[in-house]
């Protein structure tokens, strides 16, 4: 069956009846979790509401993997608790999409149709199709295509599923330059505006702008938690807040004088 054109997009909504603030879609209460002397995450507060696009932001090692792994059900807090729709995100999972890691190197786009069809009640065929045509997925091995599109094909089976909280760790990685629109395009301008997507990124100067609010952590504890128009309110963009929330070191050393 040929793979179906776009529907129309729709409209995020992040306001409860009357302005009021929705019930939050996830939540995390001093979590803290350690791997043996390591603390990974250190007395985390957060809750995420339907609507939102959030940036988790951070560098390497910060905790943003491990926030994903515990909202996922994949992690266990060593302290604190969290909640997915007020239960357990195993409780919860038929309302959760994680981005996988990897693939099984002979799967196919059509063998994860019927792998996920079977097993997520929520997954919908129809959007899979497009979202496999508009991110141009060849119908191969996953072992014989390129990273990029190994890559777009894990984020069609992840969008495809129809869930209230989206859990995207670094959906633009092995992606090229010129593509990465393509792949904001089908994550946001085509969204749930009544789903909450949580996205742990290092490419901030592209997915910066879709976001409606950033979370800054370092060294496993939330340093910053601010929407985006109050960053802009203050004459900030997301990467200009980020750079000076962790220190001017990141903006890297100086680039060498020219010879005279």
Known sequence: MPRKAWVRSLQPSRQGEAGTQPAPV?????VGKR???????????????PGEVVGLL?????????I???LAGLLIPSSGAVQVLSRTPRESRHALAHLPEGLHGWMTPRHLLRLMGGLYPNFSAQRYAELLD??????????????GQQARLRLAVTLAVQAELYLLDEPLANIDLLARETILQALFRHRNGRACYLLATHEIAEAGSYMDRVVMIHGGRVIQDHSVAELMQQGLGVEEAYRQA???GL???ALPQPMP
């Open 26 to 30: 996830a939540r995390l209460e001093g």
């Open 35 to 49: 791997y043996g002397r390591l603390e990974a995450l250190h007395a985390v507060d957060l809750a995420f509401f």
């Open 58 to 66: 951070g560098p390497n090692g910060a905790g943003k993997s491990t």
């Open 68 to 70: 994903l792994g515990l």
């Open 134 to 147: 508009f991110l141009q997925v060849p119908e191969r091995r996953s072992a014989a295509m390129s990273k």
């Open 246 to 248: 962790m220190g001017a």
């Open 251 to 253: 903006a890297g050393p």
